[in-house]
């Protein structure tokens, strides 16, 4: 690059050297000014110099992330969906309300590491209590196995009967309720209030269901037979 020249005076190559005053120090100025800017020019040259050797390197950069993207959609991955949806789920894990939660779990870090420091341990006693406790019914006469076998099949017939569905289930509370009811309300009935009686059209919904039920029960009944 050539040095400018300012009134005759050369200015200095960049070297931060002072140039001679002349006249009232105008010239000094101007020199000081032109090295300064001829620092930066090379400081831009240089810049120039990275930037193009860096953008190469961008270019295989971006044509890598861009390699993957193909190859991650041509597994069937939506890669807009998922950045939806990470974006989404760190939204909510910095809202308030998930912080907070998130500090009380932190909070309670050391007890459940106690917890599970004594669990071995815990563990170890209640499989000693049991096998005690197994060992004395053994030695009363019950048979373990017998009682596991029958109340497993207790429980399996009481899941075939239907005992526990919705309508079954509703007539037992109403019966318990009935019965509550009746407890202290119940007064005795002689033959012509019995016959009034048949005329409530509880009662008679009542009969009714009573012989359904009892045609029900005795065709069980003869069907177990």
Avoid at 38 to 50: C, G, P, V
Avoid at 123 to 145: H, K, Q, W, Y
């Amino acid at each position: 690059m050539t040095t400018p020249t300012i009134a005759g005076v050369m200015a200095p190559p960049g070297n931060g050297s002072s140039p001679a005053i002349n006249g009232d120090g105008k010239t000094e100025i101007l020199a000081l000014i032109l090295a300064r800017l001829e620092r930066m020019e090379q400081r831009l040259d240089r810049y120039e110099t990275l930037l193009q050797q860096g953008l190469p390197l961008a270019g295989v950069v971006a044509d890598t992330i861009d390699g993957w993207m193909d190859r991650l959609r041509a597994s069937g991955i939506d890669i807009d969906e998922r950045t939806k949806a990470t974006l989404h789920l760190l939204a909510e894990l910095t809202a308030p309300h998930s912080i907070q939660a998130l500090n009380t779990l932190l909070d309670t870090l050391p007890s459940l590491g106690a917890l599970v420091r004594q669990a071995p341990g815990v563990l170890a006693m209640m499989v000693d209590t049991s096998d005690e406790l197994v060992m004395r019914l053994r030695e009363e006469g019950i048979d373990i196995e017998h009682l596991g076998r029958r109340s497993l099949k207790a429980a399996k017939a009481l899941v075939d009967s239907n005992v526990l569905e919705d309508s079954a289930i509703a007539v037992i509370s109403n019966a318990a309720q009935s019965l509550a009811d009746s407890a202290c309300a119940s007064r005795p009935v002689s033959a012509f209030g019995l016959l009034r009686a048949m005329g409530d059209p509880d009662v008679q919904r009542a009969l009714g269901f009573f012989l359904a039920f009892a045609k029900s029960f005795g065709s069980r009944c003869q069907t177990g037979a």
